[in-house]
């Protein structure tokens, strides 16, 4: 069982950074046993993958959209993720979500709740 809370988003204008956090709490095994995901919902469109970082950071993964500008990155003794975001667009503009999962598992047992990131001048 985990359980996933994320923080840091807000209103940005168009060219500015964030970082998101992801800290989880865990009954069983630990922090560094899970995968962590960030995803992002905009109004209208489906949940889309953003990044993915494996438990002790050595593999990460981007979409082509944010690739070069974001970057995902995780502390294990704090047991929390981040995404740094930068050079930020309009089209960033979604609520996104961090989410955990076993290696080797296919889907994301469990998610957070989601923090809104609004891009605007």
């Known amino acids: 069982q985990v359980r996933l809370v994320e923080s840091g988003g807000g209103l940005v204008q168009p060219g500015g950074s964030l970082r998101l956090s992801c800290t989880a709490s865990?009954?069983?095994?630990?922090?560094?046993?899970?995968?962590v995901g960030w995803f992002r919902q905009a109004p209208g469109k489906e949940r889309e993958f953003v990044a993915a970082?494996?438990?002790?950071?050595?593999?990460?993964s981007y979409a082509d959209s944010v690739k070069g500008r974001f970057t995902i990155s995780r502390d294990n003794n704090a047991n929390t993720a981040y995404l740094q975001m930068s050079d930020l667009k309009s089209e960033d503009t979604a609520v996104y979500y961090c989410?955990?999962?076993?290696?080797?598992?296919?889907?994301?047992?469990?998610w957070g709740q989601g923090t809104q990131v609004t891009v605007s001048s």
């Open positions: 989410a955990v999962r076993i290696s080797g598992a296919q889907d994301y047992g469990s």
């Open positions: 865990t009954s069983g095994r630990g922090f560094n046993h899970y995968v």
């Open positions: 970082i494996t438990q002790y950071g050595r593999n990460r």
